[in-house]
């Protein structure tokens, strides 16, 4: 049976691009990602995540990654879409992958709503929708292990030109960082997610 675990990473992040990533594996296999220590991401050191990404990519029949940048992010959010642009990627993650049942990581409060949207848009999976999916199946703890590096390195090209901090409201350095490119004449740059309300009290603030 073949089955795949999808996860997103960066989500709550002010800045840089929003990660769907989904894994793909026979179910018989899923011993071998227990193994190595495969568990939900934000559990895991930054090194220990590097390791296992490596050794992921090579147990799994195939993985499938999706950037969604702010701009696109920004459209949503002030649509009140947010949730359905998650769910849309997934499922267009999942139809690339085409398990026989996909596990995701609800972020809709109503998972069983969440799961519902995936399906009509990915019908030929069956689709199981839980909150901390990531926690409880070790295909979706991967697939957030693969969205995280991901996400990581896009941050990490932006980290050669401003020193963004993690990217997250409750970093300092990063609230920091968006302030004064704000607060700039410069066209604001196309990284930072105008719509979050850590932004826009920032964008309020300016122009008082």
């Given at each position: 049976?073949?089955?795949?675990?999808?996860?997103?990473?960066?989500?709550?992040?002010?800045?840089?691009?929003?990660?769907?990533?989904?894994?793909?594996?026979?179910?018989?296999?899923?011993?071998?990602?227990?193994?190595?220590?495969?568990?939900?991401?934000?559990?895991?050191?930054?090194?220990?995540?590097?390791?296992?990404?490596?050794?992921?990519?090579?147990?799994?029949?195939?993985?499938?990654?999706?950037?969604?940048?702010?701009?696109?992010?920004?459209?949503?959010?002030?649509?009140?879409?947010?949730?359905?642009?998650?769910?849309?990627?997934?499922?267009?993650?999942?139809?690339?992958?085409?398990?026989?049942?996909?596990?995701?990581?609800?972020?809709?409060?109503?998972?069983?709503?969440?799961?519902?949207?995936?399906?009509?848009?990915?019908?030929?999976?069956?689709?199981?929708?839980?909150?901390?999916?990531d926690s409880r199946f070790v295909v979706v703890a991967a697939a957030?292990?693969?969205?995280?590096?991901?996400?990581?390195?896009?941050?990490?090209?932006?980290?050669?030109?401003?020193?963004?901090?993690?990217?997250?409201?409750?970093?300092?350095?990063?609230?920091?960082?968006?302030?004064?490119?704000?607060?700039?004449?410069?066209?604001?740059?196309?990284?930072?997610?105008?719509?979050?309300?850590?932004?826009?009290?920032?964008?309020?603030?300016?122009?008082?």
């Amino acid at each position: 049976m073949i089955i795949c675990g999808v996860d997103d990473a960066g989500r709550g992040s002010m800045i840089g691009p929003l990660v769907i990533s989904g894994v793909k594996i026979d179910k018989k296999n899923i011993k071998k990602l227990k193994s190595i220590g495969v568990k939900d991401s934000k559990k895991l050191s930054a090194k220990t995540r590097e390791i296992l990404y490596k050794k992921i990519i090579q147990i799994v029949d195939d993985y499938h990654v999706v950037r969604i940048p702010p701009k696109i992010i920004d459209q949503n959010v002030f649509k009140h879409k947010l949730n359905h642009l998650e769910a849309k990627n997934m499922a267009k993650v999942i139809k690339i992958l085409n398990p026989q049942t996909a596990y995701v990581d609800s972020c809709d409060v109503n998972y069983k709503r969440f799961g519902r949207e995936i399906s009509l848009l990915a019908p030929n999976s069956k689709i199981v929708s839980r909150h901390h999916a990531d926690s409880r199946f070790v295909v979706v703890a991967a697939a957030s292990i693969i969205a995280k590096i991901s996400r990581d390195k896009s941050i990490h090209r932006l980290r050669k030109n401003f020193n963004l901090g993690s990217g997250y409201p409750s970093d300092k350095k990063t609230v920091k960082c968006v302030k004064k490119l704000l607060s700039s004449n410069k066209q604001p740059n196309s990284f930072i997610r105008m719509s979050w309300k850590p932004v826009q009290k920032i964008i309020n603030k300016n122009l008082r």
